[in-house]
């Protein structure tokens, strides 16, 4: 779910406050199957600062909130839970009820958004319509150490993945995915991943993306990406 950037910053400091707060599920007391229904779920946006964001990471949000003013960036909010919009693209295709409980599916969270603030990942998504290209500004937490000191390869993977896929529109799915890893991620600092879409051919998107320092003279991973539109016509499962 997309955004404008003005309501975004109208909204943001009421938003921080939010974020800051206590969550806002239900706390009416019914069986946790109702706390966690979707229904009662009050979205928190997660893109957006947070006591654990760095000096670095809160630089960057703040100049790209600039850019955001004149329309032609647009800062894309983050939930948990999908949107209904979401799950019906999806629901065509892969939410075969033999396949998930429907108790199991009411828990279900974007696992990037699952951790305590700071422990994780924590970023922001900053879209560019005209010029088809995204900023992801990442910073990871010490719950996604890998080497000693340095960010998992596959916490890297993940970010790429998701800021490519933020480059697309609509329900696609990653077909292909290939990383160079070219200086490994001081674990808890801030990267900048630089997203475009290169090709549309059909129904596949060719994209590529590359992660850099805040100060951009360290490239820690290049890569690209092969997306997929869901044909309607068919189903994956
Ligand atoms: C907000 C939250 C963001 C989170 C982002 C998370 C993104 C993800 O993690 S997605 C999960 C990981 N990905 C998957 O599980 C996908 C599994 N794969 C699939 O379901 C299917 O293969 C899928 C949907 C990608 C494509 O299937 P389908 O729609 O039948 O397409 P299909 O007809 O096989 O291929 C379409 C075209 O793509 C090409 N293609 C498909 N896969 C590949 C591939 N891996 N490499 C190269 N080309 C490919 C085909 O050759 C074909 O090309 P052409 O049209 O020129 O003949």
Same mark, same amino acid.
């Given at each position: 779910m997309l955004r404008s950037c003005t309501a975004g910053l109208r909204s943001i400091w009421a938003l921080r406050g939010r974020r800051e707060g206590a969550p /806002?599920l239900s706390m009416d007391l019914q069986p946790a199957r109702r706390l966690f229904s979707t229904e009662k779920v009050i979205h928190k946006d997660w893109a957006?600062? !947070?006591?654990?964001?760095?000096?670095? $990471?809160?630089?960057?949000?703040?100049?790209?909130?600039?850019?955001?003013?004149?329309? *032609?960036?647009?800062?894309?909010?983050?939930?948990? /839970?999908?949107?209904?919009?979401?799950?019906?693209?999806?629901? =065509?295709?892969?939410?075969?009820?033999? $396949?998930?409980?429907?108790? /199991? $599916?009411?828990?279900a969270q974007l696992f990037t958004r699952g951790f305590e603030d700071g422990l994780g990942f924590e970023y922001v998504i900053f879209k560019n319509n005209d010029?088809? +290209?995204?900023?992801?500004?990442?910073?990871?937490?010490?719950?996604?150490? @890998?080497?000693?000191?340095?960010?998992?390869? @596959?916490?890297?993977?993940?970010?790429?993945?998701?800021?490519?896929?933020?480059? =697309?529109? #609509?329900?696609?799915?990653?077909? !292909? &995915?290939?990383? !160079?890893?070219?200086?490994?991620?001081?674990?808890? *600092?801030?990267?900048?991943? !630089? *997203?475009?879409?290169?090709?549309?051919?059909? /129904? %596949? &998107?060719?994209?590529?993306?590359?992660? +850099?320092?805040?100060?951009? %003279? =360290? &490239?820690?991973?290049?890569?690209? #990406?092969?997306?997929?539109? &869901?044909?309607?016509? %068919?189903?994956?499962?």
């Amino acid at each position: 779910m997309l955004r404008s950037c003005t309501a975004g910053l109208r909204s943001i400091w009421a938003l921080r406050g939010r974020r800051e707060g206590a969550p /806002r599920l239900s706390m009416d007391l019914q069986p946790a199957r109702r706390l966690f229904s979707t229904e009662k779920v009050i979205h928190k946006d997660w893109a957006l600062p !947070n006591p654990s964001w760095s000096k670095d $990471l809160k630089l960057l949000f703040d100049q790209f909130m600039k850019k955001c003013e004149d329309g *032609s960036w647009e800062r894309l909010p983050s939930y948990k /839970r999908t949107s209904t919009q979401e799950s019906e693209d999806f629901k =065509t295709y892969f939410l075969d009820p033999k $396949l998930v409980e429907e108790e /199991r $599916l009411s828990q279900a969270q974007l696992f990037t958004r699952g951790f305590e603030d700071g422990l994780g990942f924590e970023y922001v998504i900053f879209k560019n319509n005209d010029e088809k +290209r995204t900023v992801c500004l990442f910073q990871g937490g010490p719950y996604l150490q @890998g080497v000693p000191g340095l960010l998992h390869g @596959g916490a890297m993977a993940t970010m790429i993945d998701i800021a490519l896929g933020s480059c =697309t529109g #609509g329900a696609v799915m990653t077909a !292909n &995915l290939n990383i !160079n890893f070219k200086r490994p991620v001081p674990l808890c *600092s801030v990267v900048v991943i !630089n *997203s475009q879409l290169d090709k549309l051919e059909g /129904r %596949k &998107l060719f994209l590529s993306c590359n992660v +850099r320092s805040v100060d951009e %003279k =360290t &490239l820690y991973s290049e890569a690209t #990406g092969l997306f997929i539109k &869901l044909d309607p016509e %068919k189903s994956s499962t």
